[in-house]
C-alpha cells in the first residue's frame, strides 16, 4: 500500500484476523502468523508510525465486537464499567469515573434510571481522554447507548421478526464508544480532551419497572411521557446529552446507537444513518466514515415532525407516528442539545450487527476515532 493506507490495511488485517471463539468449548487455533506490508511512498518512521496507528484502531474494533458479541449474561453494565476502568489502567491518557443509581439520582437522571429500575444495578460510565501534550480547545464528547439487554419491557418484543434474542447488540453504541475510546488513546492524537459516556443499564420487566403512561423527569427538567416503553434508548441518552454538556462542558458532541429499527427499513443494514442540524458536523462525520470504510448518510430533521412527540400531559412524549420514526427520535434528541452546542446522532441499528454470520462488526469505531483524531486540526 501507499503511505496513507497503511493504517488501513494495518487495521484491516488485524481485525479479520480475530475469531470470536471465547464461549467455545473447544478453541481453533489461530492460523495467521505474520502479515508483511511493502509499503511505497513513505519512510520507515512514518510507515511505523502508521501500523501503530492501525493497531490501535484494530484493538478498539476487536474490543467493540467483543462486547456486542458477548451474550448479556457477560456483557452486563457492571462488565462495561469492569471495561472502562480497565482501558484507563492500560492507557496514561485516560482517566474513568463510575456513576452508581445514587449519584446519578443526585443529577437528576430520572429519565436513564426508570429505564434502568427493573434490571441490573446500572453503571453511568465516563471516560475522560487528555491528549499526552495536553488538551488544545473546547472539549469534545462520544455519548454511546449501552443497553446491555433490551426485552422492549412492559411493550415487551414478542413474536416472529422482534429480534428479542439478538437485543445483546443494543449496547453496540456503547460499544464502539469504548472502542473509539481505546483506539484514540492508542493513537493519543493532539487536540481537545474527549469524553467517552455510556449511561449503561438493561430494559427488563418488573413490578418496579417503567409502565407505558409514566411520567418521567429528564436531568435538565424535561417531562417525558412514555408511551412505549420499548423506546428506552432515548430516554438513556437524553440524560448522558445532558450529562456531557453541563458535567464535562462538551461544545460538540457525537451520540451513537442502535436506536430504530425504522433507519433499517430507510437504509438497509449496511449503511449508518447521521441526523444534524449543522452541515458542518455532517461533513466531518462523512469524512471519518470515508477515511474508516464505514458508509454513513445524512437523514432529515424535518422540523414538523416534532408535533408528533406532542403530549397532553407532558412536555413531550418519548415517540411519535410509525411513519418517519427514526427522524422523530432524532428530534426527540434534538431537544436535550442546549445552544450553542453541535450535535450530531449516529443510528447504526442496521450496520452494528451481521445477522448472516451471527456477529458483531465493531461499527462505528473507526469513524469516531477518525473524528475525535479530526478535532486536533480545528
Known sequence: PAGADVAAVTRAALAAAAKEQRFKKEQKELTLKEVTLCVEGADAASAAAAVDAGRAAANGVILARELVDAPPNSATPQALADVAVMLAE?????????????????????????????GAPPKFIHLTYTPPGGA?????????????????GYNLKAGAGSMIELMKFDMGGSAATL???????????????????????????????????????ASNGTTIEVNNTDAEGRLTLCDALVYAQRQAGAKKIVDIATLTGACIIALGDDIAGVFTPSDAMAGELAAAGAAGGEPLWRMPMRAQYKKGLDSSVADMKNTGPRPGGSITAALFLKEFIEEGVEWAHVDIAGPVFDTKKGLATGFGVTTLANWVAAQGGK
Not at 439520582?105 to 426508570?114: D, F, I, R, V
Not at 488544545?136 to 422492549?152: E, Q
Not at 443499564?201 to 413490578?207: L, P
Open 90 to 118: 492500560r492507557y496514561d491518557c485516560l482517566e474513568c469515573k463510575i456513576l452508581e443509581a445514587d449519584e446519578c439520582e443526585k443529577l437528576g437522571m430520572g429519565s436513564y434510571l426508570s429505564v434502568a429500575a427493573a
Open 136 to 152: 488544545k480547545g473546547d472539549p469534545v464528547a462520544v455519548v454511546g447507548k449501552g443497553l446491555t439487554f433490551d426485552s422492549g
Open 179 to 217: 472502542g473509539a475510546a481505546a483506539a484514540v488513546a492508542g493513537a493519543a492524537p493532539e487536540g481537545p480532551a474527549c469524553h467517552f459516556i455510556v449511561a449503561a443499564c438493561e430494559n427488563m420487566v418488573s413490578w418496579n419497572g417503567m409502565r407505558p403512561g409514566d411520567v418521567v423527569t
